[in-house]
């Protein structure tokens, strides 16, 4: 069993390099894993991935890679130069992309499948042409990964136990869309709090600006530790 510290990983959804090597250092004791997404990435690049591996902490790299099946591969080949953990690529990219990914990758690097994102409902959905619910959706994405030979999947809170059903225990589910008590839901609209996921198997809770926002992120991120043994 993982610990709470290794469970957590903390989105350093910030603009500047400079700001996310000061939140890993003050958060790398709540968190073994710091999420870098597009908005850090396109700015700062790979050294800030090699800065924060430096700073002893697990990189999640977010990319959500969506493209033709030998460039994704080739991309998953950079991504695991920089050392990096984890590694998203969408399934809507279909089956022959994801072998080529899961080929490309090595045995250390967790690649991710992204099913349907957490800012999305049905009405998203319906507007680029998919008739089905998100649930639906995410069954029918992570059965094509599982098929593929994906062992680790993103999505909401919500379609954890179909997941679980369907991947078993040896499926890594990381789920974003975390939301504490009360706190603003922003731009998501499947969310759970960090204890109704943890109860409901997921392996990993991505938690952003719960954390990062707060006038003490320590504070936050401790007091979100506490829950995973509630």
């Not at 500047?16 to 396109?42: C, H, N, P, Y």
């Not at 042409?129 to 062992?151: D, F, K, M, W």
């Not at 680790?152 to 789920?175: D, K, M, N, Y």
């Amino acid at each position: 069993m993982k610990s709470a510290r290794d469970r957590l990983i903390i989105a350093l959804d910030v603009p500047t390099g400079g700001e996310a090597i000061a939140l890993a250092r003050k958060l790398r004791s709540f968190a073994a894993t710091m999420k870098v997404g597009l908005q850090l990435f396109i700015a700062e690049g790979p050294e800030l991935v090699r800065a924060l591996r430096g700073e002893g902490v697990d990189v999640f790299l977010d990319l959500k890679l969506n493209d033709i099946p030998n460039t994704v591969a080739r991309a998953v080949e950079s991504a695991a130069k920089l050392d990096v953990q984890m590694l998203t690529l969408h399934l809507s990219g279909g089956g022959e992309m994801m072998r080529a990914a899961i080929g490309a990758a090595p045995a250390s690097l967790l690649l991710l499948g992204v099913t349907v994102l957490t800012s999305a409902d049905s009405a998203t959905l319906r507007e680029v042409g998919i008739n089905h619910e998100p649930a639906q959706q995410v069954e029918r994405l992570a059965t094509l990964g599982l098929q593929s030979g994906l062992r680790g999947f993103v999505a909401s809170a919500q379609e954890l136990p179909t997941l679980r059903r369907l991947a078993g225990h040896a499926a890594r589910l990381v789920i974003p869309g975390i939301r504490p008590g009360q706190a603003n839901t922003d731009d998501q609209k499947r969310t759970a709090t960090p204890a109704e996921a943890i109860a409901a198997g997921a392996d990993y809770l991505v938690i952003g600006r719960p954390i990062i926002a707060a006038p003490d992120p320590a504070e936050a991120a401790q007091s979100i530790l506490v829950t995973f043994a509630a």
